[in-house]
């Protein structure tokens, strides 16, 4: 039984110097509608629409080590079930890096956590509040 609803958002990390021309890009030349911003207000964090229910968030470069940077950061997949999922990924033995965690982004209660994929890749899961 697939416990996900579909992708949420992809995240991607432009250096700072393509982080204005990867907006432009996005917003300018494929014509996604800008959703959320928060953050910096020189580099913010921004969630475009990709026009269905899922979205791209365009983040700031901020590489410590556990998030070196790159041009993905991170997928993340809609569920209503953070803490199965979960349960079901840590049982398969794949690292979990955040457990659930309830954060409040743009005035929205959403639970997201995060966990290493089997090819390295990050892994967001995203429950969003009614």
């Not at 958002?9 to 959320?36: Q, S, W």
């Not at 953050?39 to 968030?57: F, K, R, T």
């Not at 809609?78 to 659930?100: C, F, H, K, N, R």
């Amino acid at each position: 039984m697939n416990q996900l609803t579909g992708v949420h958002h992809i995240a991607v990390r432009p250096t700072r110097e393509n982080y204005r021309r990867t907006v432009d890009f996005y917003c300018g030349v494929l014509g996604m509608e800008i959703k959320m911003s928060w953050g910096d207000p020189e580099a913010p964090c921004l969630m475009v629409s990709c026009g269905d229910n899922s979205c791209m968030e365009i983040l700031p470069v901020v590489q410590t080590a556990d998030q070196p940077g790159g041009p993905l950061a991170h997928i993340a997949f809609s569920t209503q079930q953070v803490d199965a999922v979960l349960e079901a990924v840590a049982a398969a033995g794949y690292e979990i890096t955040s457990p659930a965690r309830e954060v409040e982004l743009c005035g929205q209660k959403v639970t997201n956590a995060f966990f290493i994929g089997p090819v390295g890749e990050v892994i967001e899961l995203f429950q969003v509040h009614e």
